[in-house]
C-alpha cells in the first residue's frame, strides 16, 4: 500500500475540522505535533498542547498509565501537524488506542495561520 493509499485510508475514518472550526470544538483538545523548530519559526495555536509525536499514543492512551491528565475518551483530540498529513496518520492511529474522536485539521497550522487565525509567537515546551 502506497504513503497515499494510507492516508486516504485513514482520512476515510475521520471527520476533519477545518480552521475556522477549530475554536467553536466544545469538548476538544488540540495537540500539536509538529517539530519544536517548526513551532518556534511560525508560532502555534493559542491553547495547544504540544506532544511529540514518538510520545503521542502513550501520553494520550484514555487507559495508559503514562498518558496526561485533562481528557477522557469521549474528548475531541484534534491533531495539528504542518500542513494536515502526518496528522491525519496520527489522529487514525488514536483512534485505534481507544479515542474514537480524535481527528486532525485540514491543511495543518499553515492553513490555520494562513486563514488569518490567532497565533501565539512563542513556542511552548512539548510534553515528552
Known amino acids: 500500500m502506497?504513503?497515499?493509499?494510507l492516508l486516504e485510508e485513514a482520512r476515510h475514518a475521520l471527520d476533519r475540522v477545518e480552521p475556522h472550526e477549530l475554536a467553536d470544538l466544545p469538548?476538544?483538545?488540540?495537540?500539536?505535533?509538529?517539530?519544536?523548530?517548526?513551532?518556534?519559526?511560525?508560532?502555534?495555536?493559542?491553547?495547544?498542547?504540544?506532544?511529540?509525536?514518538?510520545?503521542?499514543?502513550?501520553?494520550?492512551?484514555?487507559?495508559?498509565?503514562?498518558?496526561i491528565p485533562g481528557?477522557?475518551?469521549?474528548?475531541t483530540v484534534v491533531v495539528v501537524c504542518n500542513e494536515g498529513y502526518a496528522s491525519s496518520l496520527a489522529a487514525r492511529d488514536l483512534q485505534r488506542v481507544g479515542l474514537p474522536n480524535a481527528t486532525d485539521l485540514v491543511g495543518g497550522f499553515r492553513a490555520y495561520a494562513a486563514a488569518g487565525l490567532p497565533v501565539h509567537p512563542t513556542p511552548t515546551t512539548p510534553i515528552t
Open 2 to 5: 502506497s504513503a497515499e493509499q
Open 71 to 75: 481528557f477522557t475518551a469521549d474528548t
Open 27 to 67: 469538548n476538544s483538545l488540540v495537540v500539536d505535533i509538529r517539530p519544536h523548530h517548526d513551532r518556534a519559526a511560525e508560532g502555534e495555536i493559542p491553547g495547544a498542547l504540544p506532544i511529540e509525536r514518538i510520545v503521542l499514543e502513550w501520553r494520550l492512551d484514555p487507559a495508559g498509565e503514562h498518558r
